[in-house]
């Protein structure tokens, strides 16, 4: 090869290898935490929270969960029910002040009971994603976002829009914002360092935050290690002013469905208190029935009566991933046609919650009859990437049996 092309090829190989690293890796962080009853037992960390700062990610670093931010506000809800300010079985109408109705089935009530299991007979046909001065009501009264073949209580859909419904209702039964109120009957007893959105969210934790990554481009919390100047979606006209708002009339604000801002080792507490019957390192949150509760199917899938994947997911490969659902507990290894949602691969019917959203995959899972749990979570993880043996990706599936 004569020197002027060995020159070139030279040049071409060096821009290629200088384009790749200035790519982030897929996925581009991976984090990992097993627990038991008594504690974290490892922690493995790998990538980067933030790529452009060249910050490694940590088990401490908090991350948006995406879903399983359903299961931490059903935690909510229970200690509400513990304390005699909610019921499970009322009619969420009274709380909301307003009548909540499916229009194709208005003679059902629709309770908190429902809302938490996804069995309303809502759709995602709308977006649940709501600007800080929308008018939830207006919203729900739009016919397209219920479904006209089922009524309340008769078939399982995953849809997001149902927790926004239940922070209306815990706001107007409190008074106090979604944020907020999280704070005060989760985190704080907990001493977690956790937050819905960043408003109510500590400098320190804004500072450590996982940046969410899609083909190579960040989507999500790339705030420069601050909070950002807008914690929510902004109003209609772009303002940003949370003192618009009030109790109820837009449980989206603070995103209960999936907005949740936790570090693996704090989802490892989160899942330590399910282990110990809601009880953690001595400060009892809950009642063992009322966990007892939470961690039992309300819908099982037996082949015709719900579907068994997230209804706005688009996704072939995640069918089969929901078979048996509770208040905002997943439990996995169901034995029906149908069903692909073993991870793990071993056929243990661990209880918890997944997350998808922008890029990331996440997981909560305690096994309660050894008294053991994991949560991970993966970012950058590519739109195509399905499962050898389950509904779950292929990241889900490493994640969850790694050794």
Known sequence: MHNASRYCVSLLVASLLAACASLPPVPVAEVRVTFDISGVREAHASGYADVAARRPVTSDNPVRVASISKLVTAIGVMRLVEAGILTLDADVSDQLGWPLRHPFYPDRPITLRLLLSHRTGLTDNISYVLPLDADMRATLSNPEAWDRAHGPGDSFSYVNFNFPIVAAVMERATGERFDKLMDRLVFKPLAIDACFNWDSCSTDAAARAVVLYRDGEAIRDDNKGKKPACAVTPAANDACDLGVWKPGANGAIFSPQGGLRISANGLARIGRLLLGGGE????????????????????????????????????????????????ATQTLATHAEGCRDNPFGDDIPRIGHAGDAYGLKSGLWIDRATGTGIAYFATGVPESDPGRHSGFTATEERLATRK
């Open 280 to 327: 953690v390192d001595g400060v009892r949150l809950l009642s063992p029935a009322s966990v007892t509760l939470m961690l039992t199917p309300q819908w099982t899938f037996n082949g015709a009566n719900g579907q068994t994947y997230e209804a706005d997911a688009g996704n072939d490969a995640a069918r089969g991933a929901l078979c048996r659902y509770g208040l």
